[in-house]
């Protein structure tokens, strides 16, 4: 038991301090679970069972299923309805984003829903000329709270139903079972309703406009002091040289956005343009860099762009665009200089948010985390491959993309397949989301080269990581012992009372380390501790899912708050402000809610 909780603490503190990615983190801890074998009594089949969990095997097909609807747009039509429903009215504006991604979330993954919608509503925000910090985050904490709907809502919920039904099969006496599609959802609509009054009513007000309605992101980014516009005189030295030979060594942090030449301009790639006398470089630096530059090389100032239309002011010139990283994403754990990020795309990055940090020089060495956002400079051919890249979410929407409209139909028929399959206890979940993948295919709604880079593996490998610590913790009595210790707080407190303290804890939990990893954590020892005072151990199951599944108080507590922090120009206490009082709401709801449909006395 202490080898096992060493290595609780080690995951935590690993998913607390992003020292590797999560996954990797996952991985490492399933790694010396099988080689201290002798003290956590994880075999090597046990430690690779998460790879052919019926989760797993979910997970993987769910996000699947989630790129083919992607790929018909019907997400994007249903946004672009919403926007023209909603207009100038932040009220609609606002009961729009939630009313569409609240129902969407409860039949595709959530996560998914959410990078569709970031460029739809952030668009949304400034036609209605209303902040993007209005809209974004309750788009990410509605499709938390649609997630609760269904089964397949969220990986959260499939992993809690795989724990809970090998935990039933282990001790029949606790009474566990598999979720059923539906099971919790006369649960899940009361906690959607609650917290889409609490949004539109108290949340609303507790936003922050951290974003001006008028985009400029520019001025939002306060870029004005970095970007000049510099003159070459004809005693340059610069003069005969590449843009690449003169500015682009490392020690000098300058970036050459544009070169001007006799009214034509020059973008991207610069690097083997040579400079001629006369030419106007456009730089993004700071200023002692830029004071050092113009001293050596006697370069003339010549003013710089103010606004972001001066960047840009003809349609054939570099776009101005905010690009969020997501998880999965080849730039995560990278740097921009390690990932070549300008060279592969052809383009600038002239500032980079981090956690709600914004950096505006020397970020080249940076190293990316999911959520990062990216403020970057390119050229529309350029700017269409990176909307078309799914390492990227690009926070704006253009007509450049392409969906398969037509296949629509095969779409929602597939989907409306796979949830009532399970429902109607024709098929396992397991078995009809993997026959969807392959009626995807088949009907055209998927291309088969599209299977593999439609998975998160990030995701994948995080549960096949995390699962045989939830095995460690019940093998070794570990489970037991904490679940007898939560247990002794019914001296003094109900059995209800003990059920919200292991809801409040989960939230806690969740709130520094993945969905995942909490469920994974406290579904046994929930199961324990009901066992112990003799309660519902599902209802104590349900309390720890659905505090898992709606993580508001922090931008790290779930990936859908990573996607809009950026975006959003949020700051990590906005979340505590919004959320703290929500997800204090929601425990006394869902407790109580479970109490009234499900019981807490066994």
């Known amino acids: 038991m202490l080898v096992v909780f060493a290595l609780i603490l080690l995951a935590l503190v690993l998913f607390a301090t992003e020292r590797f990615p999560i996954d990797v983190t996952a991985i490492l801890v399933m790694v010396l679970l099988m080689v201290l074998e002798p003290w956590t009594q994880i075999s090597a089949r046990e430690g690779i069972s998460g790879f052919a969990s019926p989760a797993t095997i979910t997970v993987l097909a769910m996000l699947i ?11 994007q039509l249903l946004g672009r309805k919403m926007a023209a429903f909603a207009g100038n009215d932040r009220r609609k504006q606002l009961a729009a984003t939630i009313g569409v991604t609240g129902p969407v979330s409860g039949v595709i993954n959530n996560t998914p829903v959410v990078a569709i919608l970031v460029p739809v509503i952030a668009d949304l925000a ?28 969220t990986s959260t919920n499939i992993l809690a139903s795989d724990i809970t039904a090998r ?88 970036d050459v956005l544009q070169l001007i030449r006799y009214g034509e301009r020059f973008d991207e790639p610069l690097a083997r343009k040579e400079i001629h006398e006369r030419d106007t470089l456009r730089l993004r630096t700071n200023r002692g860099t830029l004071e050092r530059i113009m001293d050596a090389e006697g370069l003339a100032l010549a003013g710089g ?19 969020v990283v997501p998880s999965g994403s080849f730039l995560v754990g990278e740097t921009l200089a390690s990932s070549t990020f300008r060279q592969r795309y052809s383009a600038n990055v002239l500032a980079f948010r981090t956690r709600g940090d914004v950096v505006r020089d020397r970020f080249e060495d940076i190293r990316i985390r999911v959520g990062d956002t990216l403020l970057v400079q ?14 990227f979410i690009v926070a704006h929407e253009f007509d450049e993309v392409t969906y398969r409209t037509e296949k629509i139909p095969f779409a929602v028929a597939i989907i409306a397949g796979v949830v009532a399959l399970p429902a109607l206890n024709v098929l396992p979940i397991v078995v009809s989301a993997l026959a969807g993948v392959v009626a995807m295919v088949f009907t055209g709604v998927l291309r088969p080269t599209e299977l593999y880079s439609s998975v998160e593996w990030n995701v994948i490998f995080l549960l096949a990581g995390v699962i045989p610590l939830g095995i460690a913790l019940q093998q070794t009595g570990a489970a037991a012992l904490l679940g007898d210790a939560v247990a002794s707080t019914a001296t003094f407190l109900p059995a209800i009372g003990v059920l919200w303290v292991f809801y409040l804890a989960t939230g806690l939990l969740t709130s520094v380390i993945s ?54 120009g949020y700051r990590f206490s ?29």
């Open 574 to 602: 906005d979340f505590l402000r919004v959320g703290a009082p929500l997800q204090l709401l929601l425990s006394v709801v869902t407790v109580l809610g479970i109490a009234f449909f499900w019981g807490v006395r066994a």
């Open 378 to 391: 390119a050229p529309p051919d350029s700017l269409t491959r990176l909307v078309r890249n799914e390492d």
């Open 126 to 153: 400034h036609e209605g000329r209303t902040s993007p910090s209005k809209l974004l985050m309750p788009l990410s904490f509605a499709s938390m709270l649609g997630g609760t709907l269904t089964l397949i809502g």
């Open 167 to 254: 935990l039933g099969a282990e001790s029949p006496g606790l009474g566990l079972h598999a979720f059923g599609m539906f099971e919790f959802t006369k649960l899940g609509v009361v906690v959607f309703a609650v917290g889409s009054v609490y949004l539109v009513t108290v949340g609303v007000r507790l936003l922050p406009e951290r974003v001006p309605a008028e985009e400029d992101l520019v001025e939002e980014y306060a870029l004005q002091e970095y970007l000049t516009d510099v003159v070459v005189p004809a005693n340059s030295s610069l003069i005969g040289q590449t843009v690449g030979e003169a500015l682009g060594g490392d020690e000098l942090d300058i």
């Open 305 to 323: 762009p103010r606004t972001e239309d001066d960047l840009h002011p003809d349609d054939g010139d570099p776009v101005l665009v905010e690009v």
């Open 515 to 568: 969905n995942n990893a909490s469920v994974v954590l406290m579904i046994p020892v929930a199961a324990s501790a009901a066992q112990s005072i003799g309660a519902n151990a599902f209802a104590f199951v349900l309390a720890v899912t659905f505090a898992a599944s709606t993580a508001f108080m922090t931008p790290v507590g779930y990936q859908t708050n990573l996607f809009v922090y950026g975006p959003g």
């Open 65 to 75: 299923l989630s790129t083919g609807v992607n790929r018909t747009g019907i997400v």
